[in-house]
Every structure is written in structure tokens, then in C-alpha cells.
């Protein structure tokens, strides 16, 4: 298993261009979400998905968008790259496993940089 | 409402000797989880311990455990013998209703362990 793969590893963007982060994960997992953290800060919910087809706003959604048409991939588009945009950016996915433990799994992390 | 507070932004300890971070949390769903993860300056997030708010015991993996008060709302991480591997970000995290809110967590703001030789 890949596990949670993310692409790119690093990006810089000119402000106001548009661009899709790349979040896949080869667990059959059905819950997915994308975090963004800021430098000194813990990790605050952009999106989730609880499955294909379905998804919802997290804590700072403006400026972003997701879509869920499969198990396996969740990216997440900014449509027009701000400053305020510039952090690193985490995905990961999780399952309920019918028992007490449960496991969140983490991407390697997206840095982005908007200029 | 803050819902994680992690009141140290620091901590330093010897090496081989145990440590406990706090994390205190807010919540009024009966139905929780409360995680922790290491983050080293790697950047990537490691899970470390995962404790239910109905789990009668504290949770434990290896060397780490985790100090269960429910009545207090505290979750607090405790390493023992510590390593100097284990020098870097500790989140608290904390997970309310996973089957409406497809299992998305809420971060305190982290304590930064520093491990001395």
C-alpha cells in the first residue's frame, strides 16, 4: 500500500492563478479531508468527503473547492491563488473500523507558496 | 470557542526521563476520540495514540500513553524514557460524531518537545 500520496511536493504560484493539489489513497477508505497549516498553528479543516460523491465545508473553506467522483481521489482546486493561501497543505483519510480504534492517515504534505 | 488548548508552546526534557504534555478539550457530544500526532521537522504527521470517549481504560502504545480525565476534559500525552528522536511538534486532536462529520479533527495549537542528551 502507497498509503496517502500527494502531488506535488512543492509548488509556487503567481496570485490569481488557479491550480488543483492532488490527494489519492489506496486503502478503500471512505472518509477524506484536506487541512491546511500555517506556520506556529495546528492543522485546520478545509474539506471532507464521507464518500464518492459527497462532501462538505470544514473550518476556512473560501477560496477553495473539492469534488469526490471516486473512492480513491479527493484534489482540491483553488480557483484564484491569494497570499493568504500561501501554507502547507495536508490531506488524509480514515475509516471506522467497527471497533474502538480508529486511524486517521496523514499525506506527506503539499508547501505552497503564492507570490 | 477554542475546542483543543495546548498550553505549553515548549517543552524541554532529559533524555531517557518521561514526559507529560497537556491538552485539555471542549466538547458537549457524548461520541469523541481524542488523537495525537508527532510532527518532526520533516513535516509529516505521524499518529501516535487514539483514545474513545467510551474506551474505560487509558490508551497505551509503546512508550506512549495517553492520561484519560474525562471528568477534567483532559487527554494528556505522557513518552517515557524519552529518545532524542522523539524531539519535535506534538498535536492534540480531537474528533466529534464521525459518522456525520466524516471523521474530521479539530488541532490544538501544538507543544514543541525538545529532547536533551
Known amino acids: 500500500n502507497a498509503g496517502v500520496t500527494q502531488t506535488p511536493k512543492f509548488q509556487v504560484l503567481k496570485t490569481g492563478q488557479s491550480m488543483t493539489l492532488q490527494c489519492a489513497q489506496d486503502?478503500?477508505?471512505?472518509?477524506m479531508s484536506w487541512y491546511r497549516q500555517d506556520p506556529g498553528m495546528g492543522l485546520r479543516l478545509i474539506h471532507y468527503?464521507?464518500?464518492?460523491?459527497?462532501?462538505d465545508q470544514g473550518e476556512v473553506p473560501n477560496g477553495y473547492n473539492v469534488s469526490r467522483s471516486t473512492t480513491e481521489d479527493f484534489p482540491l482546486r483553488l480557483l484564484s491563488a491569494a497570499p493568504s493561501q500561501t501554507s502547507v497543505y495536508f490531506c488524509?483519510?480514515?475509516?471506522?473500523?467497527?471497533?474502538?480504534?480508529?486511524?486517521?492517515?496523514f499525506g506527506p504534505g503539499t508547501r505552497l507558496l503564492v507570490l | 470557542a477554542q475546542k483543543i488548548t495546548q498550553t505549553q508552546p515548549g517543552m524541554f526534557v532529559q533524555e531517557k526521563e518521561a514526559v507529560t504534555l497537556d491538552c485539555t478539550y471542549d466538547?458537549?457530544?457524548?461520541?469523541?476520540?481524542l488523537f495525537w500526532y508527532k510532527q518532526p521537522s520533516s513535516g509529516e504527521m505521524i499518529f501516535l495514540i487514539y483514545?474513545?470517549?467510551?474506551?474505560?481504560q487509558n490508551a497505551t502504545e509503546g512508550r506512549y500513553s495517553l492520561n484519560f480525565q474525562k471528568a477534567r476534559k483532559s487527554a494528556n500525552l505522557v513518552i517515557s524514557a524519552s529518545q532524542l528522536g522523539d524531539s519535535a511538534m506534538y498535536f492534540c486532536?480531537?474528533?466529534?460524531?464521525?459518522?456525520?462529520?466524516?471523521?474530521?479533527?479539530?488541532f490544538g495549537q501544538g507543544t514543541e518537545l525538545s529532547v536533551k542528551p
Open positions: 488524509a483519510s480514515s475509516y471506522w473500523s467497527g471497533t474502538t480504534q480508529e486511524t486517521q492517515y
Open positions: 486503502m478503500n477508505h471512505e472518509y
Open positions: 468527503s464521507v464518500g464518492a460523491g459527497i462532501t
Open positions: 466538547t458537549s457530544d457524548p461520541s469523541y476520540g
Open positions: 483514545q474513545g470517549s467510551y474506551d474505560q
Open positions: 486532536a480531537m474528533r466529534e460524531a464521525f459518522y456525520n462529520q466524516g471523521g474530521k479533527l479539530i
